[in-house]
């Protein structure tokens, strides 16, 4: 299996939280990669967030983290950023910005850090899973961990 040290792992180890790392065998051919992954580690969609990179007023990259069972409102992620509109970024721009390969998106270790923004639900869980900066790795952390290493925005983001 490839190396676990990534540079999101690395990112999650400098900013001193308590982690864990979870693999499991990504399935290129699956129609969401965050359903796969939950179903793979026994854990609830909800609980498993996937990682989003969006582009705000045709500018600015940000990565909105929302339940892997959820549609991302870009409404209410432009509101919560204070932008006017918001987009989801060509997959090449986005792999281009953060270093990582679509399916493998984290928010941690990102080459050039864009802003996170956190779907609420993760508020009342002990535990959410991110993707560790690899197809088939995760980590699994408290959202309190997430929101401080990395400054997220807490806020609701899912489509009705």
């Not at 965050?34 to 990259?61: H, R, S, W, Y």
Request: charge should be neutral; include cysteine.
């Amino acid at each position: 299996m490839a190396s676990k040290q990534t540079p999101a792992v690395r990112a999650a180890e400098a900013a001193g939280i308590r982690f864990r790392l979870v693999e499991y065998d990504y399935e290129p051919d699956a129609e969401s990669v965050g359903l796969q992954a939950a179903a793979a580690m026994g854990i609830p969609p909800g609980q498993v967030f996937k990682t989003l990179v969006c582009l705000l007023d045709g500018a600015e990259l940000v990565c909105a983290a929302i339940p892997s069972d959820a549609r991302l409102s870009l409404k209410a992620l432009a509101a919560a950023a204070g932008a006017k509109r918001a987009e989801m970024a060509d997959p090449a721009k986005a792999e281009r910005s953060t270093g990582f390969v679509v399916g493998g998106i984290s928010p941690f270790g990102q080459k050039r850090r864009l802003r996170c923004f956190l779907d609420a639900s993760a508020a009342g869980q002990d535990e959410i899973v991110v993707n560790g900066g690899r197809r088939g790795l995760q980590i699994a952390l408290a959202p309190a961990d997430l929101v401080a290493a990395l400054a997220a925005v807490v806020c609701p983001l899912q489509a009705e």
